[in-house]
């Protein structure tokens, strides 16, 4: 692996002293081996509220804590030899239906858990950082109406970070967006990547507010700039904001890393809305429930949610082809945030409320137009999820999706009805693991929007490698300030983060960062991904097939092969994964199966092992 990487003094002392790219990792200075699966019984917890102890054959003990209302707690005393990362699995049944809760760890908010079951199962919580001694594992009501049985908690073997796909999804992409992608897996597990949201052009500040408190405060401005492409591209009120002028002038200008949502709004009441007329926006939203609006209707030909949409997708690819001549690739994030609250049922916005399987074809449809019918091929496709455990049931798919990103808002309390605001500078490394184990670690995870951004100590600590973190910006009043306001990021706290070997700011970004493309040998950041053969972004048994097919078969399948699916120089490169500098052999084909099969944790696989 090659990285090319404009470090701030002292990155040697600070890469020798974090190991966040570590295959498997149990607590501090301990084996896994070495340490004890221990059980702890939630009817033995500390309660409050309105819940309490009840009885049934089929639970551990016969007994079980029932969590109520919205106020009951149960905590739970548990104590481990070092300090460490160790796995947390509740025991629970959700007897009422799927329920959300918190989870809290000496304190502080590590996020939501779904639990949907209505027999007694177990939930995978992923990894927490627990000290050495005694800590607090506490279930905080969100909805309450919950069974809780049993707590496990064990050394976690935590996933190796690394990027498996280094090149778009999009075969067609353009030579700067293979150059960004290229750039983003190369630093993923490594560092972390700053990132700002602009406000929208008429908000009740400046737009270049939140950057220059960034650059006044730390001396740096973030590598990455949020936009919206929502007020721009709506077909019912929305006008040139100057949202393409100024990406283009972020990432040709200043060498900056572009990344846009789009809150599109639609008509509140379709039936009195004619397509291609102008309406005040206060008549149209982008919520679930304040529009008729209905999402399976978009890609149904002739519907009015059809050219409504359509007339959005043509404006939203006009522009992007703008950004296209211009040589500049986007981090495109549309459609984000779907399952909002949990379930079939929990989404705050139009473009989800019909549930996963309308919301995945809405996502394939808009990529199919935008790729392949206007030929939009300058887009890395972020994909917002969840760590519910219905959130994969959204995922479009590894084939429409480059990056899985995260909205992370766990500074603000809304289990009482009403918001409470306090700081949490946890890095959510149970979120992060469990983000991507539920997607096979297939995907590079994100922190895409942010309150707080957490410390460079907890997240090394943690071992959470988000790739980047994308603050939002400052709303105008103390519960939404999220860059300025102390709640959410203290200025010792940001000036620690901007200032760390740890966080790359634009200043940092390598001035050829557009300019390289994965794959090439003599690139300085190029990846080398063991066992992908066929070059697909992606290690599956298809490498392990063309590398017999190579061997057995070479005037075909090897590297001057006939076959248009022959072996080329990087995937021969790639696939030489056991004892590398070694001709092909069968033993790199069954490395990649023993990969597969998590018979071996990492690449490559030396002889000797």
């Not at 025991?91 to 939501?112: C, P, R, S, T």
């Not at 040709?252 to 890393?257: V, Y």
């Not at 008549?283 to 409504?308: H, I, L, R, W």
Request: overall charge negative.
């Amino acid at each position: 692996m090659y990285l090319k990487m404009i470090k701030k003094a002292g990155a040697s002392v600070l890469a020798a002293a974090i190991t966040l790219n570590g295959a498997v990792v149990g607590a501090a200075g301990v084996s896994a081996a070495d340490q004890e699966v221990t059980r702890y019984e939630w009817e033995d917890a500390e309660f409050t509220g309105t819940g309490g102890v009840k009885e049934d054959k089929d639970a551990s003990g016969g007994k079980y804590f029932y969590l109520e209302s919205n106020s009951d707690t149960a905590t739970l005393k548990v104590t481990v030899p070092s300090t460490g990362m160790y796995k947390l699995t509740i025991g629970y049944n959700a007897a009422f239906g799927e329920k959300i809760q918190n989870l809290y760890v000496n304190g502080v908010d590590q996020g939501q858990l779904s639990f949907t079951s209505k027999t007694w199962t177990e939930l995978n919580c992923g990894a927490v950082k627990l000290n050495e001694g005694e800590n607090e594992v506490m279930i905080k009501s969100s909805w309450g109406w919950t069974n809780f049985d049993y707590l496990i908690v064990e050394p976690a073997q935590l996933g190796k970070i690394e990027a498996k796909q280094t090149t778009p999804v999009d075969k067609l992409a353009t030579k700067e967006t293979k150059s960004l992608m290229s750039y983003l897996a190369g630093v993923y597990g490594k560092n972390i990547i700053s990132g700002q949201q602009e406000i929208y052009k008429y908000g009740p500040h400046d737009m270049e507010y939140e950057f220059e408190y960034l650059n006044d405060t730390t001396g740096h401005y973030p590598a990455i700039r949020g936009f919206d492409y929502g007020n721009f591209t709506c077909p019912a009120f929305g006008s040139d904001d100057g949202s393409t002028e100024r990406v283009i002038s972020w990432v040709k200008e200043k060498n900056g890393i572009a990344t846009s949502s789009w809150h599109l709004n639609v008509p509140n009441k379709m039936e009195d809305f004619t397509i291609g007329s102008k309406i005040d926006w206060s008549a149209t939203s982008y919520t679930a429930k304040d529009n008729d609006f209905m999402p399976s209707k978009v890609y149904v030909e002739g519907t009015k949610e059809n050219q409504y949409y359509e007339q959005a997708l043509k404006t939203l690819a006009a522009e992007f082809k703008k950004l296209e001549e211009a040589g500049v690739p986007l981090i495109w994030r549309p459609l984000h945030e779907a399952e909002g609250g949990g379930g079939e049922n929990g989404s705050w916005f139009w473009w989800g409320k019909e549930g996963s399987e309308v919301y995945k074809k809405l996502w394939r449809y808009t990529y199919d137009k935008l790729v392949n019918e206007y030929g939009c091929h300058n887009l890395i496709w972020e994909w917002n999820s969840y760590n519910y455990e219905t959130s994969a049931n959204w995922y479009p798919g590894d084939e429409y999706v480059d990056i899985i990103g995260y909205d992370k808002y766990n500074c603000t309390d809304w289990s009482s009805g009403s918001a409470v605001l306090k700081h949490n500078d946890s890095a959510i490394s149970s979120t992060f693991y469990g983000i991507m184990e539920k997607y096979d670690h297939q995907k590079m995870v994100s922190m895409a929007e942010n309150d707080c951004f957490s410390t460079v100590d907890n997240l090394t600590a943690e071992k959470a490698g988000w790739l980047y973190f994308c603050t939002w910006y400052d709303g105008g009043s103390a519960d939404n300030n999220f860059l300025t306001n102390p709640v959410f990021n203290t200025k010792e706290d940001t000036i620690a983060m901007y200032q760390s070997d740890y966080c790359i700011t634009l200043d940092e970004l390598p001035k050829d960062l557009y300019s390289k493309e994965s794959g090439n040998d003599e690139d300085e950041y190029t990846v080398t991904l063991w066992g992908d053969a066929d070059c697909d972004g992606f290690v599956k048994m298809n490498d392990a097939v063309l590398v017999m097919q190579s061997i057995s078969n070479g005037d075909r399948f090897g590297l001057e092969g006939t076959d248009e699916h022959h072996l080329t120089p990087q995937g021969a490169a790639n696939a030489d994964c056991y004892d590398p500098g070694s001709k092909i052999t069968p033993m790199d084909a069954n490395s990649i199966q023993k990969f597969l099969l998590n018979q071996i944790s990492e690449f490559p696989e030396k002889a000797s092992e």
